[in-house]
């Protein structure tokens, strides 16, 4: 047996270079459509449903960097100028005007408590330190819900249907794993750890049951999903790595009302959708770069009511500015739990 276990081995071998042997070899590698360019999609991502997405409204001229878009139920849409420390709100005609202007932190990533408070995780990477904070729409009442004493980097947050928040704490490298995951109390003030030991843990997103968790973790390029017992218990065999990403980098993302998980590549000009199983279905491709044009591109949401998602990005240097851009996606946007 072994003998003819052997010559099936062989003969294997001798097929396999029998068909290399009759493909047409090039006499040099050289750049082709799919290869060309700063950011080629991965082979594995190539045959996804994808759609171009068009230009919406450009926020700025210059390539400030855009972050931690979300809507309210009037259709209003906040998003963050980090480097200018604003939270802007952009209302459905396309008037722009800053809620709040922070005074050392930079806002990151956005949510809306039950009561209507808009909460801003902000951080100020090269110090390490970081707080979120919270604010009445009408510029009023500004505080430190999770003070920079509290020693967190909070990158993304998500509120559940009980009114406590899941965020990141965007700490460690990807041979330093510091950043975790941690779940703050509908009190406010009882915070306990999720998911430790994450390499820059970035966004965070929750199913539409609020039985499971998505977290990315920047510093890996891995997508987490995390069965919940209860708000901060993981369920027996319920964290598992649902994918790896390619190339830079996993940051923020959105669920839909279907479950399927939207997740912007920062880096890449990018978004990708994954089902509720973490098993990539479509991508959202953004204008210029495959010319290394929009890559910076950092957030998204889904406008209420519709499958209208709109994502925020950054040309950096590049000459095409910061802007916001717009696509059809597969369903509507989840429902938050409670919002005034």
Same mark, same amino acid.
């Given at each position: 047996?072994?003998?003819? =276990? &052997? *010559? #099936?081995?062989?003969? @294997?071998?001798? /097929?396999?270079? $029998?068909?290399?042997?009759?493909?047409?070899?090039?006499?040099?590698?050289?750049?082709?459509?799919?290869?060309?360019?700063?950011?080629?999609?991965?082979?594995?991502?190539?045959?996804?449903?994808?759609?171009?997405?068009?230009?919406?409204?450009?926020?700025?001229?210059?390539?400030?960097?855009?972050?931690?878009?979300?809507?309210?139920?009037?259709?209003?849409?906040?998003?963050?100028?980090?480097?200018?420390?604003?939270?802007?709100?952009?209302?459905?005609?396309?008037?722009?005007?800053?809620?709040?202007?922070?005074?050392?932190?930079?806002?990151? =990533? &956005? *949510? #809306?408590?039950?009561? @209507?408070?808009? /909460?801003?995780? $902000?951080?100020?990477?090269?110090?390490?330190?970081?707080?979120?904070?919270?604010?009445?729409?009408?510029?009023?009442?500004?505080?430190?819900?999770?003070?920079?004493?509290?020693?967190?980097?909070?990158?993304?947050?998500?509120?559940?249907?009980?009114?406590?928040?899941?965020?990141?704490?965007?700490?460690?490298?990807?041979?330093?794993?510091?950043?975790?995951?941690?779940?703050?109390?509908?009190?406010?003030?009882?915070?306990?750890?999720?998911?430790?030991?994450?390499?820059?843990?970035?966004?965070?997103?929750?199913?539409?049951?609020?039985?499971?968790?998505?977290?990315?973790?920047?510093?890996?390029?891995?997508?987490?999903?995390?069965?919940?017992?209860?708000?901060?218990?993981?369920?027996?065999?319920?964290?598992?790595?649902?994918?790896?990403?390619?190339?830079?980098?996993?940051?923020?993302?959105?669920?839909?009302?279907?479950?399927?998980?939207?997740?912007?590549?920062?880096?890449?000009?990018?978004?990708?959708?994954?089902?509720?199983?973490?098993?990539?279905?479509?991508?959202?491709?953004?204008?210029?770069?495959?010319?290394?044009?929009?890559?910076?591109?950092?957030?998204?949401?889904?406008?209420?009511?519709?499958?209208?998602?709109?994502?925020?990005?950054?040309?950096?240097?590049?000459?095409?500015?910061?802007?916001?851009?717009?696509?059809?996606?597969?369903?509507?946007?989840?429902?938050?739990?409670?919002?005034?």
């Amino acid at each position: 047996m072994a003998t003819l =276990g &052997l *010559a #099936f081995a062989l003969a @294997g071998l001798g /097929f396999s270079h $029998a068909a290399l042997a009759q493909q047409p070899l090039s006499e040099q590698l050289t750049y082709d459509a799919r290869t060309q360019g700063p950011v080629p999609i991965p082979p594995s991502e190539r045959e996804l449903q994808s759609v171009m997405a068009a230009p919406w409204f450009q926020v700025s001229a210059e390539g400030i960097v855009l972050e931690g878009a979300t809507f309210d139920q009037s259709g209003n849409m906040y998003f963050c100028d980090v480097p200018g420390r604003r939270v802007l709100r952009l209302t459905p005609d396309r008037q722009l005007s800053t809620v709040v202007t922070l005074d050392r932190l930079s806002p990151g =990533g &956005l *949510a #809306f408590h039950p009561d @209507g408070r808009l /909460f801003v995780a $902000a951080l100020d990477i090269p110090n390490g330190v970081g707080a979120i904070m919270a604010v009445n729409l009408d510029r009023s009442g500004l505080q430190a819900i999770i003070p920079p004493e509290a020693r967190y980097m909070p990158n993304d947050l998500v509120f559940d249907v009980n009114g406590g928040f899941y965020f990141t704490d965007f700490k460690g490298t990807a041979t330093d794993p510091k950043g975790g995951v941690y779940y703050t109390s509908p009190d406010l003030h009882t915070i306990r750890p999720v998911l430790p030991h994450l390499a820059m843990a970035n966004g965070v997103a929750l199913r539409p049951d609020g039985k499971a968790l998505w977290v990315t973790e920047f510093g890996r390029n891995l997508l987490h999903r995390i069965e919940l017992a209860d708000a901060s218990t993981i369920a027996p065999i319920g964290s598992a790595i649902a994918y790896h990403f390619t190339g830079p980098a996993p940051d923020s993302m959105r669920a839909d009302a279907d479950g399927n998980l939207y997740v912007a590549i920062y880096g890449q000009g990018r978004v990708l959708v994954l089902n509720q199983n973490g098993i990539p279905i479509g991508q959202v491709l953004l204008p210029g770069r495959d010319g290394g044009h929009n890559l910076q591109s950092t957030s998204m949401a889904i406008r209420p009511g519709t499958k209208d998602l709109y994502t925020v990005t950054s040309d950096v240097s590049g000459g095409e500015g910061a802007t916001i851009f717009h696509a059809k996606v597969f369903a509507q946007a989840l429902r938050p739990f409670s919002l005034n």
